[in-house]
């Protein structure tokens, strides 16, 4: 998730999943999360990557919950890291998949297109009541 920057300020991200091809192996991998300030001053980035138990090349499910206090992240219902810090402002959910020039290690340009970036399912809930809650929109 990312800023609007309708201001220069909102411009945080919240990155819920950030996964590179030479960090996944068959049954762990290097799962990149956290928070990016990029121009909000008021946060720090506190971004890594974390070892997660997984086989990345299978269906997972990738959760933040991102509270007035904190953003915390999860894999498949477990937690894996909190971020003492938050965003105050809208922001918008971008899907994105990426890729790179070639180098060791990495795919030949030979191999077959299209590719796919398959998504099962997304979803965003918003809390009934409490800080983060808003009246539901009619449309």
């Known amino acids: 998730m990312i800023g609007y920057e309708d201001e220069p300020n909102h411009a945080a991200e919240i990155c819920i999943c950030e996964i590179f091809g030479r960090d996944v192996g068959p049954n762990r991998c290097r799962i990149g999360i956290g928070l990016h300030p990029f121009g909000d001053a008021k946060l720090e980035d506190e971004f890594s990557a974390e070892v997660v138990e997984i086989d990345a090349r299978q269906?997972?499910?990738y959760a933040a919950e991102w509270t007035p206090e904190f953003v915390a992240f999860y894999v498949d219902d477990r937690?894996?890291?909190?971020?003492?810090?938050?965003?105050?402002?809208?922001?918008?959910?971008?899907?994105?998949?990426f890729e790179f020039a070639n180098g060791p290690g990495l795919a030949s340009p030979l191999e077959r297109y299209p590719k796919e970036f398959v998504v099962e399912s997304f979803r965003?809930?918003?809390?009934?009541?409490?800080p983060a809650s808003r009246p539901p929109a009619f449309f």
Request: net charge positive; no cysteine; charged share 15%.
């Open 59 to 61: 269906s997972h499910t």
């Open 79 to 97: 937690l894996i890291k909190v971020v003492r810090q938050s965003p105050s402002y809208p922001m918008q959910f971008m899907l994105d998949i």
């Open 124 to 130: 965003g809930y918003r809390p009934n009541s409490g």
